[in-house]
């Protein structure tokens, strides 16, 4: 909730009725943190680096929809087109998220409708957005459309400038709220303890 994004996080327990219910609104200072993850996984001269496999949250990014398969997605909640219209559906604080990180996968819920799409993000400047909302203006993300630009649905095909969003529906009968799909396991990086014990072998 907006009047509870600066406040930080004050609540503790035992809760009262109040901070039961704000305990669980996102804060600026939830997305600084998060947001620090880009300089743990996306530095140009690590060539160890590896950008973030998946991010999971509870809403869409904000924009999300706005060139994946919009009119099907309002065919199936026509009272969400108010908000597609005005750039409105879905977080601020997410799709801040999703221009910092760049996940290769990306997870919500929150709308109760199954909606796909591929984000083609451009090259990072390399710098963590600040502590609070951000520049609305500063667009390093654009949205295209599923079908068009992501019909391949390996992981190993998306790059470290491509997002691909799923949303699912309720779990319920006849809705699309299951989805299965392959991780191949990540390739081994040597740590520092390995280049030590392989030092202290050339030694011997």
Not at 137 to 146: A, R
């Amino acid at each position: 909730k907006s009047h509870d994004y600066e406040m930080g996080r004050f609540e503790m327990p035992p809760y009262d009725r109040s901070s039961l219910r704000s305990v669980y609104h996102t804060r600026s200072l939830d997305v600084y943190r998060l947001s620090l993850l880009a300089n743990a996984h996306n530095h140009d001269d690590d060539k160890t680096a590896q950008p973030l496999d998946m991010f999971m949250s509870h809403d869409w990014p904000r924009g999300i929809e706005q060139h994946g398969n919009t009119e099907a997605l309002l065919r199936t909640k026509p009272f969400f087109r108010k908000e597609v219209e005005q750039n409105d559906l879905g977080s601020p604080a997410n799709e801040q998220l999703l221009r910092c990180l760049q996940p290769k996968r990306w997870f919500a819920a929150h709308l109760h409708v199954k909606f796909e799409a591929c984000v083609k993000h451009f090259p990072k400047p390399g710098v963590v957005p600040k502590h609070g909302h951000g520049d609305a203006n500063n667009h390093t993300t654009q949205f295209t459309s599923l079908e068009s630009e992501c019909t391949d649905t390996n992981v190993e095909s998306l790059t470290t400038q491509m997002t691909r969003f799923l949303s699912l529906d309720k779990c319920l009968p006849k809705r699309q709220f299951l989805q299965i799909f392959t991780v191949p396991r990540p390739k081994p990086t040597p740590t520092t303890a390995d280049e030590s014990n392989a030092a202290a072998a050339d030694t011997e």
